[in-house]
Structure formats: structure tokens, C-alpha cells
């Protein structure tokens, strides 16, 4: 049951029972603290979720709410708390209970500051969700995934090689053009069903953690020079002009260069796919202890609405001229779950009907890390 001293004490008794009965008619568990992160007031289903019988005011926070992260090891949640200078959640979060019970938590901590002239020093409010079941079926999907694109991969690969002998054959044999139509458009679309599955794969591997960084030295002007050889035929085929411009003094770069690889190429296929004429221009150069990259087009462009919702799973635009062509909507979200694997970062900059620059900085990466 919440208590009456709270971090914002409402101003009359009928406004404190209604406080008090809108918190604890919540399912989610409740905690405000006080600015030493000691409890302050808390709900009934804060203690259910937590399985304890009572908290008292002035309790230490890290006394009776001890988190684990995937690995098994405690959290320091004071910490997590007192760095919190913004709102701040985390479906990461495990609690060991009675009996070895083990349940997920959605985490959510906000900094609470009061107005001017107030003598309290603020606090912050905790929000605590069991999330046990959507983790299990969230863990139930991903296995599916992962089974189902690993047990597709061959047929697909089948398939992709029947319809390219079928397309030699009808050009050999001068065949009708409805014949050779039909089968450059089947060809199309199992190399379209082949990235989904691709895409799928790296995304359920992603997000069950089962994705490594291995970290090598490798030689970034080198991997842009193979990058230009690979997609140079694409672009001429669409009349692009595909160049690079590469600084003279980068050096070896430390990181996973399978992944760094495989960003650059969805940037430069998303360019391709969406630029009609003009350019595109891979740009890489020396910055700090890492590398910027990047990735310019003089294609359709990206809305201000939609780039805040590009790296989304799934998500493609309403635009038309995006519709024209064949995307999973997975692309860019397994390209931002690969750059957070890499302590990477990424931003764009768009304008309709001028063009898009994606951006990557990769930092120099000591260690091999693995996904957190």
C-alpha cells in the first residue's frame, strides 16, 4: 500500500487518496525514491513483483532490488539510478526470486526534479513490469525464425540455381522474350526471398544474443576497394556513377571486419535501389581513434517523418517511388543491431528528391566483445 509521504505530496487529503488509489490500482510495480536512493512510497504490485511482504520508508534500493543481466551477474542499480539524468528503461533485466525463481523485468527509472523554491532535493520513480512470458515467447519466435530461414536456405538456393540455368538455356536457344520476361522476373523474386532470409537469420541470431564480434586488423582501404568491384556493375547498370574517395592516411582498424562489411553493403544497396540517376560516392577517412564512413546518393531522398522511423523493424515508407521496389524492411534495423554489436554509430541525413547520406564511425576495438 503506498504510503503518504511521497516525493510530490499532494496538496489535500482528497487529492492524496486519489494519488494513492490511482498507484496502487496500477499492475505495474511503483517505487519513488528520494535523492539518496532510499524508498520514499511504493504500490502493492510492487511487492508482488518483487515477492516481498513489506518495505519501509528510508529502505536502501539495492537492499532488496538486486537485478542480474543476462550473464548472471548483479547489477548495480544504484548506479543505473543515480545516472539516470534522463528517463531511462531496460527490458534487460532478470530478478532472482524465492525458491531460485528466476523472472524478466521491464526497468524504468526517471529523474524526478521539483520546482522552484522547494526544500526537498527530488528523487526518482521506478517502474518495475514482470515480462517473464514475453520474453518466452519473444525467445519461442526467434527459435522459429532461426529454423525455419536455416531450413529454407537450400531450396532457395536450388531454385535460384535452376532458374539461372533456365535463363542461360532461353538465351542460348533464342527463346521467346514472354519465356525469358517470366523467368527474370522468377529469378527476381527468389533472390529477393533469399535476402529476407538472409535478413532474418542475422536478426534472430541478434536478438538471442548470439552474435560474436571477432576482432581483426584489417585494411579499410582495402575492403572499400572490394566494396567499389562488387557493386560498380549495379550502378552501371542504372547509368550511377559509383566512386570512392578514400584518405590517403588511414591505417589498420580494429573491429569486426564481416560486420563493417556488411553495413556498408546495405547502405550501398539501399543507395542503389533508391537512386535513379546521378551518384553514389563511399567516402572513408581517419577520425580520432576510429573511422567515419560514409555512404552519399543523389537519390529520392527520406522524409523527416520517416527518418525517425528508418532503423524500425519492418518498416518501409509510404512513398511511392519506395514501393516500386522490393525491400524486407529489415535491412537498416539488422544494420543498427550489427553497429551497436561494434559500439558504432550512425546517423543520415536526408532531403526529398536531392539525395541521402548515411554515416558509420567504428571505433578501434581492443578486445573481442560479444553481444550484450
Do not use: C
Not at 531496460?90 to 520546482?115: A, C
Amino acid at each position: 500500500m503506498v504510503e503518504d509521504n511521497n516525493i510530490n505530496t499532494p496538496a489535500s487529503d482528497s487529492e492524496r487518496d486519489r494519488y494513492t488509489m490511482l498507484i496502487n490500482s496500477m499492475i505495474d510495480g511503483v517505487i519513488s525514491l528520494d535523492a539518496n536512493i532510499r524508498v520514499e512510497t511504493f504500490n502493492a504490485a510492487a511487492l508482488n513483483i518483487l515477492d516481498i511482504n513489506n518495505l519501509k520508508k528510508g529502505d536502501l534500493i539495492s537492499d532488496f532490488f538486486k537485478p542480474i543481466d543476462q550473464y548472471n551477474q548483479i547489477i548495480d542499480i544504484e548506479k543505473v539510478i543515480k545516472s539516470a539524468t534522463v528517463p531511462y528503461s531496460s527490458r534487460d533485466f532478470s530478478l532472482k526470486l524465492k525458491g531460485e525463481h528466476i523472472i524478466s523485468v521491464f526497468f524504468s527509472v526517471t529523474p524526478v526534479k521539483l520546482g522552484f523554491g522547494s526544500t526537498s532535493e527530488g528523487g526518482y520513480v521506478l517502474l518495475i513490469r514482470d515480462i517473464t512470458k514475453e520474453v518466452s515467447l519473444e525467445k519461442e519466435k526467434n527459435e522459429f525464425v532461426s529454423v525455419v530461414s536455416h531450413e529454407l536456405r537450400t531450396p532457395i538456393a536450388v531454385a535460384e540455381g535452376n532458374i539461372s540455368n533456365a535463363q542461360f538455356m532461353s538465351d542460348k536457344f533464342n527463346a521467346d522474350d514472354s519465356i525469358k520476361k517470366s523467368l527474370t522476373e522468377a529469378h527476381n523474386q527468389i533472390n529477393y526471398l533469399a535476402d529476407l532470409i538472409n535478413d532474418l537469420s542475422t536478426l534472430s541470431r541478434a536478438e538471442t544474443g548470439k552474435l560474436k564480434v571477432e576482432v581483426t586488423q584489417f585494411n579499410v582501404t582495402n575492403l572499400v576497394n572490394d566494396l567499389m568491384k562488387s557493386y560498380l556493375p549495379q550502378a552501371q547498370q542504372k547509368h550511377l556513377n559509383l566512386t570512392a574517395e578514400i584518405d590517403p592516411t588511414l591505417e589498420l582498424l580494429s573491429s569486426s571486419e564481416l560486420y563493417v562489411k556488411e553495413i556498408l553493403q546495405n547502405m550501398i544497396t539501399n543507395a542503389i535501389k533508391y537512386t535513379e540517376k546521378g551518384y553514389i560516392i563511399l567516402r572513408a577517412r581517419k577520425t580520432g581513434l576510429g573511422v567515419w564512413f560514409e555512404v552519399q546518393d543523389s537519390g529520392i531522398g527520406i522524409s523527416k517523418e520517416d527518418q525517425t522511423a528508418v532503423y524500425d523493424k519492418f518498416f518501409r515508407s509510404a512513398d511511392y517511388r519506395t514501393r516500386k521496389t522490393n525491400g524486407t524492411g529489415l535491412g537498416l534495423y539488422v544494420t543498427m543491431k550489427l553497429a551497436k554489436l561494434l559500439n558504432a554509430e550512425i546517423d543520415l541525413s536526408s532531403e526529398l528528391n536531392v539525395g541521402t547520406t548515411f554515416r558509420l564511425y567504428v571505433p578501434n576495438l581492443a578486445i573481442t566483445l560479444e553481444n550484450k
